[in-house]
């Protein structure tokens, strides 16, 4: 789900987004302000991007664990919570370590996409291919991506700046369940991955009807299209060690022909080794200040 873009009193703009699985639910809100290029002075002219300046997760959940005299659940999850309560198969742990490589597998599902022109739309996804796998590139897909990877399965991207005419992609993808370890209450069950993406535009200027040279204000901001997908993991990615979905994780590429054209680092010989450990020991006692730089 998505709320927004919204404009608040303060005139930043609001876009929030939301998942929820089993009595669980995740909801993260970006706030970007009016900014100006540097050298500009701030309200000599109208605001030419939004910057991002807060950004606001929130875990929330409806497991009555505590209750007062009237029978309301009181406290937010916590981690002490769920050790002592483990959550039951089919509602999210939100406390718990999530290798960054687990992102990294085969996922099927479901697809949900909106968008002003098309409308509502769903489809099945057999397999999700590598360029659609956006929950795998932590640091995004474009430059000036701002990105978050948090605890419980948890990643966020949006747009650091947003400008009239370029729309940006704001992203939250969440890991609620990891596949069921044996002989655990949730044996044979599958990890789920839970993606919302949402278009936003902004700052489109309102040209006056008298002139076409003349800007009379900005139009409110705009929700270009959605995306919400529910998967499931059903496999391995084939042909991929665990270093390399580690080593993809981090958005580092390895090219196995260029690795072979790099030459060796060379071994020092123990005569270099003696000089070198000289020429240190020289410029020491000439400053003993020049220990700090080696």
Not at 191 to 217: F, H, Q, T, W, Y
Request: hydrophobic fraction near 35%.
């Amino acid at each position: 789900m998505v709320i927004g873009p919204s404009v608040l009193k303060s005139g930043a703009m609001s876009t929030e987004l939301v998942l929820r699985h089993g009595d669980g639910r995740v909801r993260v809100t970006f706030q970007h302000a009016p900014v100006w290029e540097r050298g500009v002075e701030p309200g000599s002219c109208p605001p030419q991007g939004l910057k991002l300046f807060r950004t606001v997760v929130s875990k929330e959940k409806l497991r009555a664990i505590t209750e007062d005299t009237e029978g309301t659940i009181q406290g937010p999850p916590t981690a002490e919570e769920e050790k002592s309560n483990p959550p039951q198969p089919g509602n999210p742990k939100f406390f718990r370590p999530v290798p960054p490589f687990f992102w990294h597998a085969k996922w099927s599902g479901t697809s949900w996409t909106w968008g002003p022109q098309t409308g509502d739309r769903g489809w099945a996804i057999q397999e999700m291919d590598e360029v659609d796998s956006w929950h795998g590139r932590p640091a995004g897909d474009a430059t000036g991506t701002w990105s978050l990877r948090l605890p419980g399965g948890i990643l966020i991207q949006c747009p650091r700046v947003i400008v009239g005419g370029n729309a940006g992609i704001c992203r939250l993808a969440w890991m609620p369940e990891d596949e069921g370890m044996p002989g655990s209450a949730n044996d044979g069950g599958t990890a789920k991955l839970l993606r919302v993406e949402a278009s936003v535009s902004a700052l489109e200027p309102i040209i006056s009807d008298d002139d076409e040279n003349m800007m009379v204000g900005f139009y409110p901001p705009s929700l270009g299209s959605l995306r919400a997908d529910i998967m499931e993991k059903v496999g391995e990615l084939e042909g991929q060690s665990l270093e390399d979905r580690e080593r993809a994780s981090e958005g580092y590429v390895w090219d196995e022909e260029e690795s072979e054209s790099v030459s060796p680092m060379k071994e020092m010989t123990e005569e270099e080794k003696k000089k070198q450990i000289d020429e240190l020991e020289r410029q020491i006692k000439k400053d003993p200040r020049n220990a700090l730089d080696f």
